[in-house]
DNA sequence: CGAGCTTCGATTGCGTTCAATCATCCTGTA
DNA sequence: TACAGGATGATTGAACGCAATCGAAGCTCG
């Protein structure tokens, strides 16, 4: 086994706090948060596959942890949908079956149209124009077909949206369901022509943006959305 | 003190934990669970003040347990937003600013009015009959000013019309942000022009349900929020 | 007399340990 | 031989205790 301590590994589960964050100005350390990213990363990355059972000891044991800061990790985790406690078994992975992933994709389509409405009314011209940015660096690595990048780039653009709408409720929500739907999104993104249909609803989004049409946005936002549903359903299983 | 243990409290937060119960035919038996819903309660009733620190051991002693099955529950609490957990001085109660309440409102409203669609396209003529049952009810209790079980139906309806959508996490979510609102929604409420105002767009909403229109619903729903906003604006501080 | 530093008490964070529960395997009997 | 029952090992759930950190009071010095 690897004998790595979590402190090796970066933050990268910042998102989400940093929107309540304005109180602390910086957060000063992550005490125990880093295990929450890092097995979150575990499950999404599916290091930890769904539907297996956590041994807390041993997992404990590859993140240098003992069992009590483990166990509130897991709590938290529990609190996001990721796993589920079972009362005499411990923690197991959740499984996204073929409706969770619906019922997410729905929640996700009423927030990023709700979203779009807002940004486009309030959204200052640098923040629309940031999110150009994004728009073109993405198309760069179309043009190069590197999915990791680019994919990487699509979710951010989605952030950057639900960002915009100045709602912080909205945006942490919004990114909790776009990291648990990270796998199965850039698994349904396969296929030559799946991608550029997606390519195209993304340049409607930011015509639209920037013409802050918000019913345009919101309106191509579901149809996107709604096909996204379409690329994955293949992927999932039930 | 009292001296009242956990174990006598009966589990009144079963509600969202039993949308993703179906893999568990009966949820055996609430271990810890208890303590997340009895501490949501104590907060969201407002016997723990927004704002003040929790002390561990102190709590621990007044629920008759130890302090770690406090601290999982509190890190549970955390996830859902009732609690910010701040390094090195522990956990303490959220105050929920008027930007807060403005952006759970936003969400509420986003999520009401993709379920009230949901709702009209695909809910049975006998679950339209039951929330309509559940506003002759409500209905009874305006009549005889009773404002407390006025309020907890009129929750009541929100939640089923969230049901109804057919979407568990849409229900879920849509549930945690109304647990949060509670306090400030039921104080919002006085003042009997208000409070028939309310009456009035509830009668709207029943009537948009019960002809299936979905827009007019998610319109009617919308407008209701807009207004409990303006309702509660005087209550929230900041 | 006020400000900065130091020390001390209190509280949190985490590791360890004990009790309860679950799963598996073995044994005995029909 | 197959099934039922019990016993044992493993794993979770909860309590305890120690070390680190935070806040505050007291002391010293300018």
Redesign the pocket.
């Known amino acids: 086994m690897s004998g790595s301590s979590v402190v090796e590994g970066e933050a990268q589960a910042e998102v989400q706090a940093g929107a309540q964050a304005a109180v602390l100005p910086v957060s000063?350390?992550t005490?125990?948060d880093e295990?929450v990213g890092r097995i979150r990363d575990m499950i999404i990355e599916g290091h930890l596959p769904t539907g297996s059972?956590?041994?807390?000891?041993?997992l404990?044991a590859r993140l240098?942890?003992?069992?009590?800061?483990?166990?509130?990790a897991?709590k938290f985790l529990a609190s996001e949908g990721l796993i589920d406690?079972?009362?005499?078994?411990?923690?197991v992975v959740r499984t996204l079956t073929r409706v969770d992933v619906r019922d997410l994709l729905e929640v996700l389509t009423a927030l990023e149209s709700s979203a779009g409405r807002s940004a486009c009314a309030r959204a200052s011209e640098a923040e629309i124009a940031g999110v150009r940015r994004l728009h073109d660096a993405m198309m760069e690595f179309y043009a190069r077909r590197d999915r990791l990048e680019y994919y990487k780039l699509n979710q951010a653009i989605h952030s950057a949206i639900a960002a915009l709408s100045g709602n912080a409720y909205l945006a942490q929500v919004h990114e909790t369901i776009q990291q648990r739907l990270r796998r199965i999104r850039f698994l349904g993104n396969q296929g030559p022509e799946k991608w550029s249909a997606a390519v195209a609803e993304h340049e409607a989004m930011i015509a639209a943006l920037e013409a802050r049409d918000g019913e345009a946005l919101a309106t191509v936002l579901t149809e996107h959305l709604r096909r996204t549903w379409d690329r994955v359903i293949d992927v999932v299983e039930p």
Chains 1, 2 share one sequence.
């Open positions: 000063r350390r005490l125990h295990v059972r956590i041994h807390e000891g041993q404990g240098g942890i003992s069992r009590t800061p483990l166990r509130e897991l406690l079972v009362p005499g078994r411990g923690a």
